[in-house]
């Protein structure tokens, strides 16, 4: 469904990412783990068309991304770290905004959605467990309940992919999990693809099907979660960590 070719991105003469191939299937929840400065950001930046890669190509369908325009580009949405809300606004608005590519230009300048679209942000709020929430500004929620939001504006795009770089980085561990289940349950669920980036590789282990493995910009792993073992481990972080306490 979607596939990534020989993505290859340098900075400064120094590939981040280096023919970096893969493909993501509908309903497939894939972990991207490697160490820091492996080149997941880099490789989510290309995937989502907000950073154009030196070589390779990313297709969705039978649609280059990079041809992708206005209303089709909201078919990959992205979750982030920080949430990336709009703080003034409430839960609500900010999941409306994931339907912005979907209204025409002036009806979303004038925030007059269709009923059909607020309908829909509030379906998707309450997917979240947010629906309490739903009129309450974004910067007063929990970093826990933002993500969500976010997760909810997410699915508001009626997306086919959902990448999310990191997004549990900023949460307790009870509040990640939470997180990760949504996505879990999403992809299973719409049939949407997910691909989910983390520093933690037990959560990848409890939520992923696949896992891929990035280490010094190139693929070192692509594996069902179930293969992912002690030397896959090792090839990702060295091998002086140990898997059994991950
Ligand atoms: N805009 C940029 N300008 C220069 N170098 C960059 C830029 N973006 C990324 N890099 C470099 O590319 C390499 C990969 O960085 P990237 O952010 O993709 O890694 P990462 O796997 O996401 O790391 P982390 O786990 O810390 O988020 C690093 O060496 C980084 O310094
Ligand atoms: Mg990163």
């Given at each position: 469904m979607i596939d990534a070719v020989g993505l290859t991105k340098a900075f400064n003469g120094r590939a981040a990412i280096e023919e970096v191939s893969f493909a993501v299937r509908e309903g497939e929840f894939v972990a991207v783990l490697g160490p820091s400065g492996a080149g997941k950001t880099t490789l989510f930046r290309c995937m989502t068309g907000l950073a154009v890669p030196d070589r390779g190509t990313v297709r969705i369908g039978d649609d280059d991304i990079a041809a992708l325009r206005g209303r089709a580009r909201r078919r990959v949405a992205v979750v982030f770290q920080q949430f990336n809300l709009v703080s003034r606004l409430s839960a609500f608005e900010n999941v409306l905004a994931g339907r912005l590519g979907h209204v025409q230009a002036w009806r979303g300048w004038l925030r007059r959605f269709e009923r059909a679209d607020r309908l829909l942000a509030l379906e998707c709020l309450d997917r979240v467990g947010l629906l309490a929430q739903a009129m309450q500004r974004a910067d007063t929620l929990s970093g826990g309940q933002q993500q969500r939001v976010a997760i909810a504006r997410a699915m508001a795009q009626r997306p086919s992919l959902i990448v999310a770089d990191e997004?549990?980085?900023?949460?307790d561990p009870a509040a990640g999990a939470g997180v990760l289940e949504l996505l879990q349950g999403i992809a299973r669920a719409d049939g949407v693809g997910v691909v989910c980036s983390l520093h933690q590789v037990q959560l990848a282990r409890a939520y992923a099907d696949r896992i891929v493995g990035l280490s010094h910009g190139r693929i070192v792993i692509d594996a069902p979660v179930q293969r992912f073992d002690q030397p896959a481990f090792e090839r990702l972080y060295g091998a002086t960590a140990s898997l059994s306490t991950h």
């Open positions: 997004p549990v980085a900023s949460l």
